[in-house]
C-alpha cells in the first residue's frame, strides 16, 4: 500500500502532478458572520492562486505594521532581483525606494509584481524566506490547503490555493484589520506625477462591494476575491478558474445575487479557524510546524482523511505543540522567544550512525537539539523519510541518530520523524537551513531529558 505522508502544513500535489497544471473551475460563497458556505462548486480543488496571492502579502504586512515592526512610511527597498520582475509592475529602478503605503498601494490597485518581491524581501530577508513566513500564517488562520512559493502570484508550478481558503483569507483580512481593510476599496493613486488607476470592474459597479482582488495567469485562469455588505450581511465570494475577466465577473455576480439573502445579519465576523497554534508576527517561526518535502502530497492527506474520518486538523495534532523553535526571520530577531510547553510523547525510537538502543542516548547529556522534519502513519515510513533526507543532504546528517516517536491524537497513530544529536542550536539551525535548500522544512527544538 502506498505510504502516506500526513504533513501538517505545505499540502500541495502529488508528486505525479504535472508541472502545468491547468485551471480549473470553482467557486464559493462565505457567510463571513457565521463562518457558514452559503454556496459552492470544487470548493477544496487546488488552483494556482496567481495575483490572490497579494492579499496574504499584505496580509503580512498589516501584522508587521501592528506589532510595530514597520510604518507606513518605512522605506522598501528594491534589489535588481524585485526590480527585474515581469509586468505588472510599478517600475521602481534597482536601488531606489517606496514608502510601505506606497507598496500597498501598488499591490492593491496594480498589482504590482516588482513591489511584493520587495516587500517579500523587506520582511523575510528574501523572498522564498517570506513565502516560507507566507504558509506559516496561512497554517495559523485556518488554511490548511495553500502553499506559497512567492509574494506576487507570478507562476509557479507548486504554488496552490483553493476557493475555500481565499475566502478564509477574506474574511481574515477584513476581521483582523478592519480600517486597513478600506484600502481595499481604492480605485487608484498617485505615485510620482502618475496616476496609477486600478481593474476591479466589478468592484467598481456593484453596490456594496468594497474589495478585494483580482487575480490572472495563463496556468490559474481569471480569479477573483469579492467582498460585499448589504443590509447587515457580510459575504466573502471567490471564483477561481474564469476563462476570461468578463465571464469570471458574470459569474461573481450571479453567486452573490442568488445567495446573499441566505447570510445572517449582524455586526461581528467569523472568529479564526485555527489549526491550534495561534500566531502573530512577534512569533513567526516560533511555534508552527512545517512537513518534510513541499511537494508532500495534497492527495494522500486528503486519502488519509477519506479512510479514517479525521481532517487535516487532527494532522496537525501529530507535531509537538509548543516545543518549537525554527530560526528567526529579519523583522522578529529582536523578540524573544516563548518558552517551550513540556511535550508528552510515547514509543520512540532511535536508529542511523551509531544508533541509540533507547532514545535517552540521543536527547540528553550534551546532545541538547533535534529537529524534525515530518510526522508519518508508520514508523517505516518515517524512517523512510529520514533516510530519503540524509541521502538528499549527505554529510551534515550523516553521524547523526534518527529518531522516531509514536504518538495517538484523536484515535490516529502517527510518527514524528526526526534528526537527533546536535550539540548547539546553530548546529541544528545550518542543517535546517541545507534541508530548506534540498525542499524540506525543518524544526529545530530543545531535547528533551
Known sequence: MKKLLIAFSFCVAILSLSTSAQAGSAQLLLDARTGEVLAS????????????TKMMTIYMVLDAIHAGKLSWDSPVPFSKYASARPP???????????????????MIVLSANDVATAVGEKIGGSEEGFAALMTRKARSLGMLNTTFFNASGLPHDQQFTTARDMSTLGVALIRDF????ELFSTKSFAFRG????????????????????TGYTNASGFNLVSAVESKGRRVIGVVMGGRTAASRDRLMEKLIDANIKKASTGTQLVASHTTGVQMDLARLGDDIPVPASRQSAMAAVQGMAGATGVGTSDFAAAYAEGDLAPAAQPLTAAIPRVTPRANVGAGASVGGQGAQQASAASTTGERKWQIQIAAATSAQAAMDLLSDARDKVGAPLKNLDTYTEMVTRNGTTFYRARFTGFDTKDEARTVCDKLVRQRYDCVLMPARG
Open 88 to 106: 505588472t509592475k510599478l517600475r521602481v529602478k534597482a536601488g531606489d525606494s517606496i514608502t510601505v503605503k506606497e507598496a500597498v498601494l501598488a
Open 178 to 181: 478592519p480600517k486597513d481593510y
Open 41 to 52: 462548486e470544487n470548493p477544496d480543488a487546488l488552483n494556482h492562486p496567481a495575483s490572490l
Open 194 to 213: 502618475r496616476t496609477i488607476n486600478g481593474h476591479n470592474n466589478l468592484m467598481y459597479r456593484y453596490k456594496g462591494m468594497d474589495g478585494i482582488k
